[in-house]
């Protein structure tokens, strides 16, 4: 039998997608530590996989693909971990890390409020145009012409998904002075009594001046943002989705936002992101038509999935996912292990 105890001896580490934001925090966290850590800026994929030869555990972000090939591959090379340094494990083959025996940790929470607060900086940004207010004061125009805005208050808010964030941003959007209608499998007695009303989809949709996605990425949720859903809005609608990308159909909000019945659009993840976030990509051409229309809205607002990227959220994720690989490791258990959902 496996011995999985590695108190004895160094834990090795391969650390896949690595930007210097990540090497700064880990290093400092790992001088308590003390774990032999490959950086990798490479994505995690099966192509990269072999790169893991030798580590305990890897450690993986939003959008590397750990599917079940990759993690043959990892199964091959001894790696018994797979520690996510994100909440989101949508992209992770859950079920076969389970029939290989490679535990799967992830960072439930590191700061539900810097997403949250993105949210809602998206949304104050988008509405007030402050993107547009900026470039051009510095350009000298003064005139105020095409930057019209709304007032927030007394809106309509919808929340699909009170969870952690959704949560959060019930509460900020109710010190808007804004009506909030939620959306989710669990409703939440707290936001009840704050005076958030659940209702269902159809009635979240023909009645929210704002939309906001803060449910996982599963089968049920892609593509939620669809034709129909779209149809059912209100004309000049505002969606705003820093959840996952594929919440969305591109597709269908690209022609929402042709018509008019979409009025604004905040992204701060996108369906094929994989392919274009966390790179400085600002030398080459880019190859997605899709995103490159998207880009041509004047009332479409993308930010490269940076809502949870603060001093606070990455000290957080760097200290739980230290402790999630040393406590699965030495114990095969962690309080933040993924499991399969039981069918
Ligand atoms: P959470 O698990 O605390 O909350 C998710 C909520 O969604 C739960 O209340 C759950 O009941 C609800 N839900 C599940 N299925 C649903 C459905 N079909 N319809 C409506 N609601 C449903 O998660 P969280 O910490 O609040 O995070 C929410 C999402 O935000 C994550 O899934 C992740 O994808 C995303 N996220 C994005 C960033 C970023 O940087 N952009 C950072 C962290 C998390």
């Known amino acids: 039998m496996t011995n999985l105890n590695t108190s004895s001896r160094t834990i090795k580490l391969a650390v896949f997608s690595s930007k210097n934001w990540v090497t700064t925090s880990f290093d400092t966290v790992n001088s308590t530590y003390n774990f032999e850590i490959a950086y990798f800026e490479a994505r995690f994929d099966h192509k990269t996989a072999l790169l893991a030869a030798g580590a305990d555990a890897i450690c993986v972000f939003v959008n590397d693909k750990v599917d079940a090939p990759a993690l043959e591959i990892l199964k091959e090379q001894g790696v018994k971990l797979v520690a996510l340094r994100c909440a989101g494990f949508n992209n992770v083959d859950i079920e076969k890390a389970k029939t290989l025996g490679i535990g799967v940790v992830r960072v439930p929470a590191y700061s539900p409020y810097a997403v949250a607060e993105h949210t809602l900086g998206m949304i104050l940004a988008l509405n007030r145009k402050l993107h547009k207010a900026y470039t051009r004061v510095r350009d000298g125009n003064f005139a ?9 208050h007394n809106k309509t808010i919808g929340v699909i998904g009170t969870g952690k964030i959704g949560q959060i941003f019930c509460k900020l959007m109710h010190g808007f ?4 209608l939620a959306f989710d499998k669990f409703p939440n007695q707290a936001m ?22 803060h449910c996982p990425l599963t089968y049920e949720t892609y593509h939620m943002i669809n ?17 996952r990308g594929p919440l969305i159909d591109t597709n269908a909000v690209i022609e929402g936002l042709k018509k008019g019945k979409v009025g604004y659009l905040a992204l701060d993840v996108y369906e094929e992101e994989e392919a274009l976030f966390f790179e400085d990509l600002s030398e080459k051409v880019i190859q997605d038509d899709q995103f490159v229309r998207l880009e ?7 930010t490269a999935h940076q809502a949870f990227f603060t001093k606070e959220a990455i000290q957080n994720i760097s200290d739980t996912t230290f402790k999630n690989i040393k406590d699965y490791l030495e114990t095969k258990g962690s309080e933040n292990q993924v499991l399969p959902i039981e069918k």
Do not use: H, W
């Open 144 to 152: 105020l012409d095409g930057l019209l805005g709304f007032d927030i």
């Open 227 to 243: 034709d129909y859903a779209i149809a059912s809005m209100k004309p000049g609608v505002m969606i705003v989705n820093t959840s």
């Open 177 to 180: 002075g804004t009506r909030i």
């Open 296 to 302: 041509t809205f004047p009332n479409v607002l993308i």
């Open 192 to 213: 009840q009594d704050m005076g958030v009303e659940y209702v269902d989809l159809q009635t979240l949709y023909q009645q929210c001046d704002i939309i906001s996605l």
